[in-house]
């Protein structure tokens, strides 16, 4: 090495020996450091004894060197200051390893111990002991320039391979670079987060448990974990330095400071060709860095868990309860012949996902079985090879949590808004206080050790806080997997927006970087598509994200996971592009454009096709996965003997016969397209499992699993069903009556229980279908209501759930039994599953037909099922508990009481989307025809405006309202009653959320009560009036309003007079009579109104209401119809962004018009930044072509701009052209834009405008994907 890539120390050598030291000669030129050298086998190290710094690494076998520090380090920054600093004597050396005593003058009382130290190929910079005082107490340490390992311009080969954490798979973080002459200085350091240098003889890896107490800017991200700069050497040579970054010693505000392994540390290898592959680069430092990298706890069996899937839980419905679950792993046990599976619980606590964090004990969701259940599904699932974990969160926390107070949050920071609105974390004193340990502790407690994970959802955070937010779960013994891929990259095994491909944009996936791929390809599951290694993805059957396809998650399992997890059992040795080789003999390749596996040069995948060699259950020797996407007749080099070939289904393996390999040792196979099968040695036959279907609970087969239905007595003609989304049921069908029925044993004599079970009668057709046990019964005959609720797997079918409460008999036995009654020619078939029976005693009140106090309900929101408001959505209503006062009016400005009465739960509707909230099953609310009702009910409404109560019936597939009564403001408790008549069709009655209604609108229901008043006076009334307004109207202006009449009666209408009423001080004019002429059956007649507001009317909400009477055959009947409306905003009077005015009306292609989001699903509020071309707008529209956003300028504004384009979030489809009209006249219009396209400039001219529409539409190919973001929108408004 040439003199200026050292330093020169020149040491006496009798100071060296009296301290032990062995002393290193000078040199003539050129020149090597005098320092003190520690030895391994492999290693020569020379360290410095005015610092903790190495000077040089030598590879002993054949001189090979590395340069550490070239220049002195004389300070350390604590707590964000330099401070001079010093050694007190000379290192003491002891063995491999020199200890240094580091002092302050200007901190008297502080110092450092620290060491140096050299085992195998590595050394270690170690923080022993941290004196401090308590005038002066050590917070975060930086040794700036305290350069661990560099290169040098003259060093042959000198390269650097940097890199960041980065989850955005449109790019690469990597930064591979070569070190010369002209390489240029850096005026400042540069942030990595993994380091790897090397030159033409050896190649070096750092690692640190550097950690910054306050990450931000450069820092934040752990993008600063190393730092290295290029530096000029006196002769112009370039020199580039690795250091660590900040280590936090004791985070601001904690009691205590690191000890033990938690002390500062960092470590550098150094290796020669480490992947024998005749040349030495940063991919044998990336071999080497193995040995020294912190490791995710659990990460040594990530290759096992090939399978993931998410059971869900929402919104009180318990779609999913855990014994449900237990079966369904028992499924894809079953399914993929005992493949590992990591099941991760969303909505494992509460009311399901999204409720009462942070309660991650002392909570269970009691609606999916609670604590026992949850347990007994951990216990026995790991029978079946799966592990599993619970959706946490420590960023946000919502009133009704136990652990909920005003010193867990911030009261004026809100977070995440559906069920409940939730605020932000103190993070810090949450640690510090050690709250958040505690309540992990009490899961722990509660919980089987199969609970092996913790999933952190909706982490920001990075640093000290997050470190300590993952030991405190590493240290329950639980592994870590989170949200995001950049966070906490230490510890998580697994990253959801990684794995769920649909799931989020494209610029937050899995980690992009090359490099930390090759290190840890097989520790993790963070990663994005390769060619080769491929990557895990989540396809989910559970109603995760609304998925409920069977077939597809299995596909995904055999043409992604398996292939996958295959490679994560070798590590990467390799990697020239397309060509990848692994330990254990393995190499990926593409070959013909095809992916393709070797495994000791014998081909085990091509392409869509594989026979893939793996350990057998329990150790049992190996199987043979084959697997031909396609079908047909593959031929595979296996070693010589005879196989026994097993077709996998949903019940097991199922034996097609047995090969045996050819005079060449080679296999052929034939497959049927996209059917796995599992091979085993034909002398190796094993054991087929019992599933036990329904283990735990009373019922067995709940789910109609065994296709023999063996556990069910039959009657008539019934079958197992599996349908195109591989959902299992019963299916009843045939004219003749059919049953399924079971003998339940063991209940507790005298103990009320529910069953219950999902039932659909086909859809347009009727056949009265009864659920009973222990003599009790209800009966359903027709299923009207669309299955809308996206976490239930039998979404977009009319499958609804039908109980029946019973009484245990004496003798605890009884017989739970869905028959249907005997059928016309084209008699309905009847479908059945998930049959449940639980304890459960809701409260009744005599003489009432349905009494729901919300207390104890088995599962879902009592009388009441989902409407289409949002279509087929999550929710945005649940059983609520109270948690006074957080919970309740009062709180942080809380308008309304989440629960009311004197109960503990009500049920809560939060800002609920547009359409029929819920609305009464009739198989819990069984309305006569013929007969009326009173229904009443306690209730508090935030928001005049928001919410109507209705009436209706089903008339064939189609709802029909006919009464529409206005809920207006109740802010305290208040009890409304109605009268329904039933009658011309399946009558139910329900809450509508009105489109327009207040932000914020909430509405609490309990003390539910139908009354059977006997036959009705008059009779049923089958039209319906609907009363059509603007969303706004303009005061002191005449505006159109509509009310429609529409006869569903049998009989021509005669004698229809329509009303209308107004809110006082409002003038109405109908355009022509109010009386209508007949109307025959089907037809429509609609008077229209010319509808005044005051022209100083306040700009709030109002209700309309209309009122139709009318004759059929000489019989009156009455309808009620109402509508919310609100006068027209004020106008702007100053430049003014548009999304912070309220616009006058607004139509979208799909879901709401986001203000400072993008378009997002069907919630409001659920979009993501407005992001076009990597620039994020902060202000702004997202909206969905075709979309019309309209405004009331009252030509008060001169110009409109705005940065308009596709969201970042589709990265390669859309295609939307965006235009503004003033009055209806067209002012501008952009050129289509498309994925790809940055920001367009959109400048607008107003001038004089009444009324400004700004307008998406579709670039002329549909609307998919067209998410159009209206970044900055601006109306200038002369200030």
Not at 593 to 610: A, E, I, M, N, P
Not at 780 to 799: E, G, I, Q, Y
Not at 1206 to 1211: A, N
């Amino acid at each position: 090495m040439p003199p200026r890539s050292r330093a020169l120390y020149v040491l006496a050598g009798a100071a060296l020996l009296g301290a032990g030291l062995t002393p290193v000669a000078s040199a003539s030129a050129p020149a090597e450091p005098v320092g003190t050298v520690l030895a391994s086998g492999p290693l020569k190290v020379t360290v410095a004894d005015d610092f903790p710094r190495v000077l040089s690494y030598e590879n002993r076998a054949d001189g090979a060197r590395l340069s550490g520090s070239t220049r002195p380090v004389t300070e350390i920054t604590l707590n964000g200051k330099p401070y001079a600093t010093h050694v007190k004597a000379a290192p003491k050396v002891t063995g491999s390893t020199a200890a240094y005593t580091l002092a302050f003058p200007d901190l008297p009382g502080v110092e450092i111990d620290a060491t140096l130290g050299v085992r195998g190929r590595t050394t270690t910079f170690k923080v022993t002991a941290v004196r401090d005082t308590a005038a002066f107490r050590v917070g975060t340490l930086d040794i700036p320039g305290h350069d661990l390992v560099s290169v040098d311009s003259a060093d042959g080969g000198a390269r650097t391979a940097f890199t960041k954490l980065d989850p955005d798979s449109t790019r690469t973080a990597d930064v591979f670079g070569k070190v010369t002459a002209d390489t240029p200085a850096e005026t400042s350091a540069t942030g990595a987060s993994y380091a790897i240098v090397n030159t033409d003889g050896l190649a070096a890896a750092v690692e640190s448990n550097s950690t910054y107490d306050k990450p931000s800017g450069a820092t934040g991200g752990d993008d600063a974990r190393f730092w290295h700069q290029a530096r000029k050497d006196a002769d112009g040579g370039t020199r580039v330095g690795v250091w660590s970054g900040q280590w936090t010693y004791r985070g601001e505000g904690s009691a205590t400071h690191a000890t033990g392994d938690d002390l500062p540390w960092a470590k550098v290898v150094v290796t020669p060709d480490a992947n024998a592959d005749g040349t030495v680069d940063w991919q044998d430092g990336a071999v080497a860095f193995r040995s020294i990298g912190i490791k995710a706890k659990g990460s040594e069996k990530t290759p096992d868990r090939v399978v993931t899937h998410i059971p869900f839980n929402f919104a009180s419905q318990a779609q999913h309860p855990f014994l449900r679950t237990l079966d369904d792993v028992k499924r894809v046990s079953l399914a993929t012949d005992d493949l590992g599976q990591f099941a991760l619980l969303k909505g494992y606590a509460s009311e399901g996902h999204d409720s009462a964090h942070p309660d991650y004990g002392g909570n269970t969701n009691k609606r999916a079985g609670g604590l026992k259940d949850l347990n007994k599904l951990l216990r026995t699932g790991k029978e079946y090879g799966a592990e599993f974990g619970v959706h946490v969160n420590a960023t946000e926390a919502y009133p009704v949590a136990k652990h909920f107070s005003d010193k867990l949050i911030d009261p004026k920071a809100p977070g995440w808004n559906w069920l409940d609105q939730s605020y932000y974390i103190d993070q810090r004193r949450d640690i510090n206080g050690g709250d958040l340990a505690a309540r992990f502790q009490q899961l722990r407690d509660e919980t089987d050790k199969n609970l092996t994970t913790v999933y952190v959802d909706v982490y920001y955070t990075h640093g000290w806080i997050a470190e300590q937010t993952a030991k405190a779960i590493n240290g329950q013994g639980w592994n870590l997997a989170t949200e995001w891929a950049d966070k906490f990259e230490r510890q998580s095994l697994w990253s959801h927006w990684a794995n769920d491909l649909d799931y989020g944009g494209a610029t937050n996936k899995g980690l992009n970087s090359k490099i930390i791929r090759f290190i840890r390809n097989s520790e993790k599951d963070v990663w994005n598509n390769d060619p080769v290694l491929g990557q895990t993805a989540l396809v989910d059957f559970e109603g995760w994200t609304g998925e409920t396809d069977w077939n597809a998650f299995y596909a995904n399992v055999w043409q992604r996971d398996l292939p996958a997890k295959y490679l994560q059992h070798q590590q990467i040795t390799r990697w020239d592009g397309d060509d990848i080789t692994f330990t254990g003999g393995l190499r990926g390749t593409v070959e013909n454009g095809k992916r393709t596996f070797y495994d000791h040069d014998r081909k085990v995948l091509d392409g869509d096709s594989y026979l893939l060699p793996w350990d057998a259950k329990d150790g049992d020797g190996k199987k043979l996965y084959h697997y031909n996407k396609q079908g047909g007749t593959s031929s595979w080099a296996v070693p010589r003997g005879a196989y026994t070939v097993y077709r996998l289904t949903d019940n097991g393996r199922v034996k097609t016969g047995t090969v045996r390999t050819d005079a060449s040792g080679r296999l052929t196979l034939k497959a049927e397209a996209g059917q796995p099968y599992v091979l085993y040695p034909a002398d190796d036959t094993p054991r087929a499992t019992d599933p036990h279907w329904g283990e735990g609970t009373p019922v067995t087969d709940p789910g109609f699993n065994d296709a023999r239905l063996a556990a069910w007595d039959t009657t008539g003609t019934v079958a197992r069903d599996t349908d195109d989304h591989g959902r299992n049921s019963a299916r009843l069908t045939g004219r003749d009556p059919a049953a399924i029925s079971q003998r339940i044993t063991g209940l507790e004599p005298g103990k009320r229980y529910t069953a219950s079970a999902w039932v659909e009668i086909e859809p347009g057709k009727s056949r009265r279908t009864t659920l009973g046990a222990a003599g009790a019964t209800v009966a359903v005959d027709r299923s009207t209501l669309p299955n809308t609720m996206a976490a239930s797997d039998w979404h977009d079918t009319s499958m609804q759930r039908v109980k029946v409460n019973f009484t245990a008999p004496a003798s605890g036995t009884t017989t739970l039994r869905v028959a249907t009654e005997k059928g016309d020619t084209d008699a309905a078939a009847v479908r059945v599953d998930d049959v449940r029976l639980v304890a459960n005693a809701p409260t009744t009140r005599a003489g009432t037909v349905v009494h729901e106090d919300f207390e104890d309900v088995d599962e879902g929101w009592g009388p009441f099922d989902k409407g289409d408001a949002g279509g087929v959505t999550d929710p945005r209503t649940h059983i609520a508990q109270k948690n006074a006062p957080y919970t309740q009016a009062g709180w942080n400005g809380k308008l309304i009481d989440d629960v009311i009465g004197d109960g503990s739960e009500s049920l809560k509707s939060h800002e609920e989307n547009d359409g029929v909230v819920y609305r009464t099953s009739p198989a819990a609310v069984p309305l006569t025809n013929g007969h009326a009702y009173r229904v009443d009910f306690s209730y508090q409404s935030s928001h005049a405006g928001a919410y109507q109560w209705i009436s209706g019936y089903d008339r064939g597939d189609d709802a029909v309202e006919t009464a529409a009564v206005p809920l207006g403001e109740q802010r305290t408790t208040g009890r409304f009653s109605t009268t329904v008549t039933a009658g011309c069709g399946t009558t139910w009655t329900g809450l509508r959320k009105l489109p327009g209604a207040p932000e914020g609108a909430d509405f609490v229901l309990d003390d539910f009560t139908v009354t059977d008043l006997g036959p009705a006076k008059e009779q049923a009334a089958c039209g319906t009036l609907a009363l059509k307004a603007g969303e706004t109207l303009e005061p002191g202006q005449p505006n159109k309003v509509e009310a429609t009449f529409t006869n569903y009666e049998q009989d021509p209408v005669t004698d229809a007079t329509v009303t209308l009423g107004l809110p006082e001080g409002w003038t109405a004019e109908p355009a022509g009579s109010t009386t209508l002429d007949p109307v025959a059956p089907g037809d429509k007649a609609t008077v229209t109104y010319r509808v005044t507001p005051p022209a100083d009317a306040e700009y709030q909400p109002y209700q309309l209401s209309s009122k139709a009477t009318y004759t059929v055959a000489g019989t009156a009947r009455t309808l009620t119809a109402g509508a919310a409306v609100r006068t027209l905003p004020p106008p702007p009077t100053k430049d003014t962004y548009a999304s912070d005015l309220d616009w006058a009306s607004a139509d979208n292609g799909w879901g709401p018009v986001e203000k400072d989001l993008s378009n997002g699903e069907q919630g409001q509020g659920d979009g993501t930044p407005l992001k076009i071309g990597g620039v994020t707008y902060d202000k702004g529209l997202g909206s969905h072509a075709p979309a019309r956003v309209r405004y009331y300028l009252g030509g008060q504004c001169t110009s409109f701009t705005a940065e308009v384009g596709i969201d970042d979030v589709q990265t390669s489809r859309g295609s939307v052209r965006f235009s503004v009209a003033a009055d209806g006249t067209e002012k501008v219009a952009s050129p289509v834009l498309k994925a790809t396209d940055p920001a367009w400039s959109l400048t607008a001219d107003v001038t004089g405008a009444k009324y400004v529409d700004l307008i998406a539409g579709d670039g002329g190919d549909g609307n998919g994907n067209d998410h159009a973001d209206w970044g900055a929108a601006r109306f200038h408004c002369g200030g």
